[in-house]
Antibody
């Protein structure tokens, strides 16, 4: 059974870069069928898609509202993928989830998700 | 962005009740609509994709319907483990989620 686990600092200072890693177990991250991404959740804005990419680095998607500050990368040798969000502010405080994206034809969905990790932006 | 609006934002129901949750898109999204269940402190779990297709392993008491702008998630007979928050998500364009519907015990 595929499992995803987020890791990274729980506290980041304003203006610095938030960096998270998602470790994938129970299956290979190398796939032409599935893709890998991040979503965050806050009490105020709810669930917000951040971005996603395939393991070959193609077809990368970033939320336009975050695109200038976000980078997602895949490390197939470690079966991991990562998220960087630069120049963070308090508005980036959220629970961050990593996930796998699936599709059938033009239909897409997110399953499974990691357990989530709370990242707080504060000095 | 396509805005997704769920109603109600919360509801109270009893075990065995039939429950329906509505999701409305700000423009037509055909059947590009997914439903997720989230329990406190847990990640969302996919229930329904493509508006009406049941994800593998999800109990058959869950069903989805709709197309265009109006969609419904129905739980035919509410079970104790179904008390949770439910979210819709459109995959027609840049993915966006509804605000959630919390199903509470009556």
């Amino acid at each position: 059974q595929l499992q995803l686990q987020e890791s990274g600092p729980g506290l980041v200072k304003p203006s610095e870069t938030l960096s998270l890693t998602c470790s994938v177990s129970g299956g290979s991250i190398i796939s032409t069928e599935y893709y890998w991404g991040w979503i965050r959740q806050t009490p105020g804005k709810g669930l917000e898609s951040i971005g996603s990419m395939y393991s070959n680095g193609r077809n990368t998607y970033y939320n336009p509202s975050l695109k200038s500050r976000v980078t997602i990368s895949v490390d197939t040798s470690k079966n991991q993928f990562s998220l960087n969000v630069s120049s963070v502010t308090a508005a980036d405080t959220a629970v961050y989830y990593c996930l796998r994206g699936g599709s059938s034809g033009s239909y897409h969905w997110f399953d499974p998700w990691g357990h989530g990790t709370l990242v707080t932006v504060s000095s | 962005d396509i805005q997704m609006t769920q109603s109600p934002s919360s509801l109270s129901a009893s075990v065995g009740d039939r429950v329906s949750i509505t999701c409305r898109a700000s423009q037509s999204i055909s059947t590009y609509l997914n439903w997720y269940q989230q329990k406190p402190g847990k990640a969302p779990k996919l229930l329904i994709y493509a508006a009406s297709s049941l994800q593998s392993g999800v109990p058959s008491r869950f069903s989805g319907s709709g197309s265009g702008t109006d969609f419904t998630l129905t739980i035919s007979s509410l079970q104790p483990e179904d008390f949770a928050t439910y979210y819709c998500q459109q995959s027609y364009s840049d993915p966006t989620f509804g605000g959630g519907t919390k199903v509470e015990i009556k």
